[in-house]
């Protein structure tokens, strides 16, 4: 298949997702629900439009008129995560799209909603029948792109040493706030926080906040996701947390659904953000500077600090927005 033919591929594939009817994705959502009970239909649902605006045709040429596909094909071994709905396909559309075979380990939790996308993809273009193997191992791989933890990333490096490769390790993402945001604003930067509760690498973990910040408006402005503490495993989080906390006479905030409190960490538990205060835009940025190697990305009010995305984009990444800053396409046409 050449260049054109994959990407044809994969905008029909976008427009067959866009085209989902309410109760064929319910039936999709309740079937992932089964596998993995943090997917709820909210959730899928998110998943799903992200990729469908992502599989556009104006953004998939744009994407891949920027590289060379010259290189012969390879084939590259994927090691999926399965923290967010579908979270791995970004991977598996770069290696499919620059002409290499994948075999792909799939998280357990979330190998149904992989599985379905491929038949989709395959019923549309048969012939990428023969450059997807789904195994248990990535043995005789000549490349690989694996997801995972600080601990399985140790692993991998040795496993694949050998071999070129992408190893990811565990990312976080932050907030910056100047104090003046509008409810307006707050509330888009709720969706970067609560989506997919909070379990992606792009969701918002920490807040930098100046001194004296007053935090009932940011609170008051995330009313619209109180649902997430009608979620069971959400809860017993929650629960668990503030029990904590007011056992170790930790000082936090409360609006009944989330827990804020100072710490200097970058990753918080579920149902808890941390923050940290900064005194200066030039404070900010040295703490920022000394974070990079583990954020995924930063949101900030319209984007106004430099380097950011505006808040409510955070789960709504460009088909060239990289984990971990690293050019997965660049690295796969230079095999």
Same mark, same amino acid.
Request: charged share 20%; hydrophobic share 40%; aromatic share 10%.
């Given at each position: 298949?050449?260049?054109? *033919?994959?990407?044809?591929? /994969?905008?029909s594939?976008? *427009?067959r997702?866009?085209?989902?009817?309410?109760?064929?994705?319910?039936?999709?959502?309740?079937?992932? @629900?089964?596998?993995?009970?943090? /997917?709820?239909?909210?959730?899928?649902?998110?998943?799903?439009?992200?990729?469908?605006?992502?599989?556009?045709?104006?953004?998939?040429?744009?994407?891949?008129?920027?590289?060379?596909?010259a290189?012969?094909?390879? *084939?590259?071994?994927?090691?999926?995560?399965?923290?967010?709905?579908?979270?791995?396909?970004h991977?598996?559309?770069?290696?499919?799209?620059? @002409?290499h075979?994948?075999?792909?380990?799939?998280?357990?939790?979330? $190998?149904?909603?992989?599985?379905?996308?491929?038949?989709?993809?395959?019923?549309?273009?048969? =012939?990428?029948?023969?450059?997807?193997?789904?195994?248990?191992?990535?043995?005789?791989?000549?490349? *690989?792109?694996?997801?995972? $933890?600080?601990?399985?990333? =140790?692993?991998?490096e040795y496993? /694949?040493r050998?071999?070129?490769?992408?190893?990811?390790?565990?990312?976080?993402?932050?907030?910056?706030?100047?104090?003046?945001?509008?409810?307006?604003?707050?509330?888009?930067?709720?969706?970067?926080?609560?989506?997919?509760? @909070?379990?992606?690498?792009?969701?918002?973990?920490?807040?930098?906040?100046?001194?004296?910040?007053? /935090?009932?408006?940011?609170?008051?402005? !995330?009313s619209?996701?109180?649902?997430?503490?009608?979620?069971?495993?959400?809860?017993?989080?929650y629960?668990?947390?503030?029990?904590?906390?007011?056992?170790?006479q930790?000082?936090?905030?409360?609006?009944?659904?989330?827990?804020?409190?100072?710490?200097?960490?970058?990753?918080?538990?579920?149902?808890?953000?941390?923050y940290?205060?900064y005194?200066?835009?030039?404070?900010?940025?040295?703490?920022?500077?000394?974070?990079?190697?583990?954020?995924?990305?930063?949101?900030?009010?319209?984007? !106004?600090?430099t380097?950011?995305?505006?808040?409510?984009k955070?789960?709504q990444?460009?088909?060239?927005?990289?984990?971990?800053?690293?050019?997965?396409?660049?690295?796969?046409?230079?095999?």
């Open positions: 298949m050449d260049l054109l *033919t994959r990407t044809n591929a /994969f905008i594939l976008g *427009t997702i866009a085209n989902l009817k309410g109760t064929e994705k319910s039936a999709i959502a309740i079937e992932a @629900g089964q596998h993995n009970g943090w /997917f709820t239909q909210a959730s899928v649902e998110s998943a799903l439009q992200a990729l469908s605006l992502m599989l556009s045709e104006q953004k998939l040429l744009q994407w891949v008129g920027r590289y060379s596909f290189n012969p094909s390879r *084939t590259v071994g994927i090691a999926m995560a399965g923290n967010i709905p579908l979270v791995g396909f991977d598996l559309l770069c290696v499919l799209i620059s @002409g075979k994948a075999i792909i380990k799939t998280s357990a939790q979330d $190998s149904y909603l992989i599985d379905l996308l491929l038949q989709w993809l395959i019923e549309l273009e048969p =012939r990428f029948q023969n450059f997807v193997l789904k195994a248990e191992r990535l043995n005789g791989v000549e490349a *690989t792109i694996a997801t995972g $933890s600080d601990n399985t990333s =140790r692993y991998f496993y /694949f050998k071999i070129p490769h992408i190893i990811r390790k565990n990312r976080s993402s932050c907030a910056m706030l100047m104090g003046e945001e509008p409810a307006a604003e707050l509330e888009k930067l709720g969706h970067d926080v609560f989506t997919y509760f @909070g379990l992606g690498c792009r969701n918002v973990a920490k807040l930098f906040v100046p001194a004296d910040y007053d /935090f009932r408006l940011l609170l008051e402005s !995330w619209p996701f109180r649902d997430v503490i009608n979620h069971h495993k959400y809860a017993n989080n629960d668990y947390q503030k029990s904590i906390m007011l056992v170790n930790t000082p936090f905030f409360d609006n009944e659904f989330v827990l804020l409190t100072e710490n200097q960490n970058l990753v918080s538990p579920i149902s808890v953000l941390f940290e205060h005194k200066s835009q030039q404070n900010l940025k040295e703490k920022i500077d000394g974070h990079q190697s583990k954020l995924q990305c930063c949101v900030s009010a319209n984007g !106004w600090f380097g950011s995305i505006p808040f409510g955070a789960q990444p460009e088909l060239w927005d990289y984990a971990d800053n690293i050019d997965t396409l660049k690295f796969l046409t230079s095999l």
